[in-house]
């Protein structure tokens, strides 16, 4: 296990699309956390699990957005009914209770 | 309210010049705090971190860190750059398990 992977690495979708990111995090971390970085910015909180229990979302996470961690493995986001406004980089990070967080590559959205 | 403050949103330096980038943070409580970079469609690399003990930190590439607690400050600094240090730096604050919360990040160019 090298690291935390996410895919797809690029997303170009149409507005009004759903969308669906996965992030497979490091095998021994129980901590998954998702992130969104625009342009210029730095990466902002959006939701945290602990295992399979989501903890914490932001404000910034409206009602189509929706992530899901099953069986505390993987983790899904999906966006629906995409907006412009939902173009970025989405940053996923996993650690366990005392490591440092470990960041993916991230998925770069562009909604058209 | 949590923040991190850098103030500094790009910096251009000669190769083999020493660096140094600032970083300013508000927390309410003790703070973990790091520095990540990220290289141009990338994800972020843990460059070094404080959570408690010698305030004085050494990370990977040769960077080390100073957390001064009376000036809420954790700088960045290398003695000398080299070209491949061009990248985005991050600075994050953090507690236990919390998210970490980002700054704006600072944009490092090398020059010949």
């Known amino acids: 296990d090298t690291g935390v992977s996410q895919n797809p690495r690029h997303k170009i979708t149409k507005r009004g699309q759903n969308v669906t990111f996965r992030c497979d995090p490091i095998?021994?971390?129980?901590?998954l956390y998702w992130y969104r970085q625009t342009l210029g910015q730095g990466p902002e909180f959006l939701t945290y699990f602990q295992n399979e229990a989501q903890l914490e979302k932001s404000r910034l996470l409206s009602d189509r957005f929706s992530a899901e961690r099953p069986k505390g493995s993987f983790s899904t986001l999906e966006i629906q009914r995409t907006e412009q406004g939902d173009s970025a980089m989405y940053l996923c990070?996993?650690?366990?209770?005392?490591?440092?967080?470990?960041f993916g590559p991230g998925t770069r959205l562009t909604v058209l | 309210a949590q923040s991190v403050t850098q103030p500094d949103i790009h910096i251009t330096v000669s190769e083999g010049a020493s660096l140094e980038l600032r970083c300013n943070y508000s927390?309410?409580?003790?703070?973990?705090l790091f520095w990540y970079v990220q290289s141009p469609g990338q994800g972020l690399q843990l460059l070094l971190k404080y959570f408690s003990g010698d305030t004085l930190v050494q990370g990977i590439k040769g960077f080390e860190a100073e957390f001064k607690r009376s000036q809420s400050s954790f700088n960045l600094r290398k003695p000398s750059v080299h070209w491949s240090d061009a990248a985005e730096y991050f600075c994050?604050?953090?507690?236990?398990?919390?998210?970490?919360?980002f700054g704006k990040g600072t944009r490092l160019s090398v020059i010949a």
């Open positions: 990070a996993s650690r366990a209770d005392t490591s440092s967080s470990v």
């Open positions: 095998s021994e971390h129980n901590r």
């Open positions: 994050a604050v953090g507690s236990g398990n919390t998210p970490l919360v």
């Open positions: 927390y309410g409580a003790t703070p973990y």
